[in-house]
């Protein structure tokens, strides 16, 4: 039942009970009917202002059910548009937080190989410190190396001038001796003085040459019988036997000698290392 039928429900009652008090009144009291009358009329005049006024009310209450229901409908579209408007921001922050976790899963990815190729870095920086003290301790052995050489080198050049010394001076007794040997009539030839003869059937090997190819060292010497003025033959037997050349002994050691080349080599050949020597190989007529 609606607001408006309520209302008439309530009128008709007011008005029955209204006819009913004055049907009870009359027949009760049997007044007179003109005063009756005129009191029922002004009752009748009372409950139609009265009507007027519930009409009026009805009409007012009416038009505010009608505006209620217009603010409610409007309400309910503002409610509706604001949950058209809440669907749109909960589907767009749906969409956000789905963007957010792919990005955070990208992220951890990300930082999962970061952390991957930061130990793998790391692992190689420390190989890498390892290898660099390996290198700094080899490095520092060298040092150790290059001056313990160094002191070497200090040590020969000073035992070279030694030998420069004792040579020079052993070269001015030698020219001392042999000048008083000429002034005394005699040679001063170390083969004719030491009465050099052949050289023992021996074999040995160049251990060295110089760059001009004409002075050389060999493996043997004065412990297998070689003197100074021997001569000696070198030739070498691979590729395939062939003859090189002719050396004489210019000095002796035990366990080496020193040779110059006497005149060219064979057809210019040059002398290896590993050549041989002897005395008893003679070249081809």
Not at 47 to 69: C, G, I, N, P, Y
Request: aromatic share 6%.
């Amino acid at each position: 039942m609606t607001f408006v039928g309520k209302i008439l429900v309530i009128v008709i009652m007011v008005f029955a009970v209204c006819f009913l008090a004055l049907s009870v009144t009359v027949f009760n009291t049997a007044t007179n009917w003109s005063d009756a009358y005129k009191k029922a009329k002004d009752e009748a005049d009372k409950t139609s202002a009265k009507l007027r006024d519930a009409k009026a009310e009805t009409e007012v209450r009416v038009k505010e059910l009608a505006k209620a229901k217009a603010d409610h409908q409007a309400q309910v579209d503002q409610l509706k548009q604001q949950i058209t408007t809440f669907d749109g921001t909960i589907a767009q922050l749906t969409k956000d937080i789905t963007d957010a976790r792919d990005k955070l899963e990208t992220a951890q990815q990300n930082a999962k190989v970061a952390g991957d190729e930061a130990e793998a870095r790391r692992l190689e920086a420390e190989k890498e410190r390892e290898l660099l003290v390996s290198v700094q301790k080899q490095a520092n052995d060298f040092k150790l190396q290059n001056l313990e050489l160094q002191d070497q080198i200090r040590q020969f050049k000073r035992d070279l001038e030694v030998a420069v010394t004792n040579n020079k001076d052993l070269r001015e007794r030698v020219a001392a001796f042999s000048s008083s040997l000429r002034e005394h009539g005699l040679t001063d030839d170390i083969r004719q003085i030491k009465g050099v003869g052949s050289p023992p059937d021996v074999e040995g090997a160049i251990k060295r040459v110089d760059a001009k190819n004409k002075i050389v060292e060999i493996t043997i010497g004065s412990d297998d019988g070689l003197v100074p003025g021997h001569e000696l033959y070198i030739y070498r037997l691979k590729p395939k036997p062939e003859y090189v050349g002719k050396i004489r002994i210019q000095s002796a050691d035990p366990d080496q000698a020193v040779g110059e080349v006497e005149g060219r080599t064979y057809l210019g050949r040059k002398i290896q290392e590993g050549d041989i020597v002897s005395p008893t190989f003679r070249p081809r007529s």
